[in-house]
């Protein structure tokens, strides 16, 4: 029984500290972000922060003496879901294979991920590891965002028409071949 009281007093305190109160973690990281100028929202327990036209989230879990901040970004595109599968599989193992981060990507049928994960144990390490990992997430991002695209403009049909040796062959129409025909012997 003295164990069971103990254990109850000790999250009672560990609730004081940084890394047992989730809400001072998603507090200190609001601040940091509204001090970088960036938008920020607290929505369902997650950190909703937009850069550069983008909107991204971070999640906090605490464990016994470290807490956890995952960094994710799901991009849903109509364009992005005409890709076959081996180009959007293609897109994520190369972005993961790579970039020499922590940054991971997950390509679905529908949308792909970009997400991160670090532990830290106080609010320092905190926003320097975030930091740091946001600038992997972007950057990987930006390298899947560019395959994304290079593999779109691959599948338009190209819009000009060819002039020269690759083009077709002028054929005129019957009615175009007889007017001709009637000029000529005029």
């Not at 016994?64 to 595109?77: F, G, Q, S, V």
């Not at 959007?88 to 997950?106: G, P, W």
């Not at 905190?126 to 593999?151: C, P, R, Y």
Request: contains cysteine; aromatic residues 12%.
């Amino acid at each position: 029984m003295k164990i069971g009281r103990l254990s109850r007093a000790t999250n009672f305190w560990r609730s004081f500290s940084f890394v047992g109160n989730t809400s001072k973690m998603r507090k200190a990281l609001i601040a940091y972000l509204q001090d970088e100028g960036l938008k920020c929202d607290l929505s369902d327990g997650n950190v909703l922060f937009e850069y550069n036209d983008s909107l991204f989230v971070a999640a906090f879990a605490s464990e016994e003496d470290y807490a956890e901040c995952t960094i994710l970004y799901r991009c849903t595109d109509e364009d992005y879901e005409k890709l076959d599968l081996a180009d959007k599989t293609f897109m994520a193992d190369k972005v993961n294979t790579d970039m020499e981060n922590h940054a991971t990507v997950l390509a679905y049928n529908d949308s792909f991920r970009v997400s991160t994960s670090f532990y830290f144990t106080d609010r320092t390490m905190m926003i320097n590891l975030f930091s740091q990992h946001f600038e992997e997430l972007t950057d990987s991002l930006s390298e899947a965002l560019d395959i994304v695209g290079s593999k779109l403009d691959d599948q338009r049909p190209s819009q000009s028409r060819s002039i020269g040796f690759g083009a077709d062959a002028y054929k005129p129409s019957a009615s175009e071949s007889a007017d001709g025909q009637a000029v000529a012997k005029a």
